[in-house]
């Protein structure tokens, strides 16, 4: 059975940054994508950013050239979020998300993915 558990999550500093990780068990890398989504206090879980198998990535506008999403096999983990530049509208409970690859799979939606971490809360304080 596929389990993430995410690690990272701690209050910082506006400015500052942040790696977050998700480790993998129970599944295979090679047939995962992943993707990292947030929710903010009284707002709708959003897409942040998402990893496919060929290494391709893609961001939301609101993280773009801010964070960076890439895998760490040496380390079993399945993606990392380098979060640098952090804004305090980055505060959120930040989940990560995986599920095995398929043809022409929509990585930016919720409704893709079937494993989920249970979240790591993010402060960023101004």
């Known amino acids: 059975q596929v389990r993430l558990v995410e690690s990272g999550g701690q209050s910082v500093q506006a400015g500052g940054s942040l790696r977050l990780s998700c480790t993998l068990s129970?599944?295979?890398?090679?047939?995962?994508?992943a993707a990292w989504f947030r929710q903010a206090p009284g707002k709708e879980r959003e897409f942040v950013a998402a990893r496919s198998l060929d290494g391709s990535t893609y961001y939301s506008d609101s993280v773009k050239d801010r964070f960076t999403i890439a895998r760490d096999n040496a380390k079993n983990t399945l993606v990392f979020l380098q979060m640098d530049s952090l804004k305090a509208e980055d505060t959120a409970v930040y989940y990560c998300?995986?599920?095995?690859?398929?043809?022409?799979?929509?990585?930016?939606?919720?409704?893709?993915?079937?494993?989920w971490g249970m979240g790591t809360p993010v402060p960023v304080s101004s």
């Open positions: 998300a995986a599920n095995e690859y398929y043809r022409n799979i929509n990585l930016l939606v919720r409704e893709t993915y079937d494993y």
């Open positions: 129970g599944g295979t890398f090679d047939r995962l994508v």
